[in-house]
């Protein structure tokens, strides 16, 4: 089971609250020390904003691969019971913006540009298609 807390940090300690129960001295799940988190966070971030490079460069060289553009993409990091670093997120039509060579969209702006949701389907399936071209 996976559960969510809440933090805050007081002075120099990072104190954990369930999300369940009302936050106050007596709800406090843990305590830690905030430069055991907060010492790390430049080196996440350095970390975060290489791995965002690598991954946005051969998604980039596949679609151009096939004559696309991918415009641009996002992707949310986490981290697992070790306090590594992962890439927590699905890379699809929701995290990215691909451009044909005529300049229309085959991800989800279309659907924010108001295409009936067939249209959405079929583009959606067109990158799936398209997708299982990349190099493996």
Do not use: C
Not at 95 to 119: C, F, M, N, P
Not at 125 to 131: I, N, P, T
């Amino acid at each position: 089971m996976i559960r969510i807390f809440f933090w805050m940090i007081r002075g120099e300690t990072l104190l954990l609250f369930n999300p369940k129960k009302e936050i106050n001295e007596q709800n406090i799940i843990a305590t830690i020390p905030s430069n055991r988190v907060l010492s790390n966070l430049l080196d996440m971030k350095s970390k975060m904003e290489l791995h965002a490079s690598l991954i946005f460069r051969v998604l980039e060289r596949e679609w151009s691969n096939l004559g696309y553009i991918l415009a641009d993409f996002k992707i949310e990091f986490g981290f697992n019971w070790f306090g590594e670093l992962l890439v927590s997120d699905v890379i699809d039509n929701d995290s990215w913006r691909v451009i044909d060579a005529k300049g229309e969209h085959l991800d989800k702006q279309v659907y924010r540009e108001g295409a009936d949701l067939e249209t959405v389907k079929g583009m959606y399936s067109k990158v799936a298609e398209l997708s299982e071209k990349f190099a493996k």
